[in-house]
C-alpha cells in the first residue's frame, strides 16, 4: 500500500496570497503547500481523499489518468471545490464512485447538481456512495470514523493491508474514544497539525505529539499545516518518529 501527499497545507495553502510565507522560509520548497487531499494505491486501484481547489495540479504532479474511488471526508471548499476537475478523468473511466457521509453528499449534490447528473452532452462525474462501516479497494480495507472539527464532523481513516495499517486524521479539533480505538497502534498516522497554539477546530502540536504517543503509532507525519510552520524548524524539533509532510511525500506501508 502507498500513500502520496498531495497536499498538506491549510484552507489558504502556504503561502497566502500576498505572498505571505509568515514564519515559513520562502526559499524552502517544502515549505510551499497545496490544499490538504492524499492519494492511496492498493493493488491496482487507486483512491483520492478530498478533492480541494489545487487538485488538477496535485493530480498532473501525480501522473494520475484513473481513480477508482473518490473519498470527501466533509464539505469545506477546501476539501471539495476541485470535483470539476475531476471531469476528464471520468470522460475516459465513466462516473467515479464518490464516498461521503450523506449529510455531505447532499450539500455535495445541491453545490454541485451537474457533477452527478448525466445530461445528454455532459455525462455525470461522480456517483454518490454513502460511506458504511468499510469499503475494500484493491488489496485494503478502509474504516471510517467521525472527527469532531469545531461545529461539524470530518472523516478519519484507517487503511489496513497485510497486517500493516495508515490513518488519515485530517480536520479535527479532539480526540474522541471512537477515534482512538480506530487509530491505536496504526504503522503511520497522518494526522492534522494547523499550528503550536491550541485551535478551535483544528488539533495543534503539543496535542498531536501526545496523541501519537498514547495511541502508540510508528510514524506520524504532520498534515495541514499554516503560515508558522516551518518545515526545517520542526524537523528539529520533533522526536525521531514524527515529521511534517510535504507535498509530493511517498509512504509505503
Known sequence: MKLRILGCGTSTGVPRVGPDWGQCDPEEPRNRRMRCAILVSSGEERLLVDCGPDIRNQLLDARVDALDHVVITHDHADHCHGIDDLRPIAQRKGAIPLHARPTVLEQLQARFAYAFATERLYPALVEAVPVGETLTFGRAELRFVDQPHGSITALGLRFDESGRSA?????????????????????VLISDCLQRRPHPTHAHLDAVIGWARELRVGQLYLSHMNTSMDYVTLRSELPDWAAPAHDGLEITV
Open 167 to 187: 490513518v488519515y486524521a485530517i480536520d479535527y479539533n479532539e480526540m474522541t474514544d471512537d477515534m482512538a480505538a480506530l487509530y491505536e497502534g496504526a504503522d
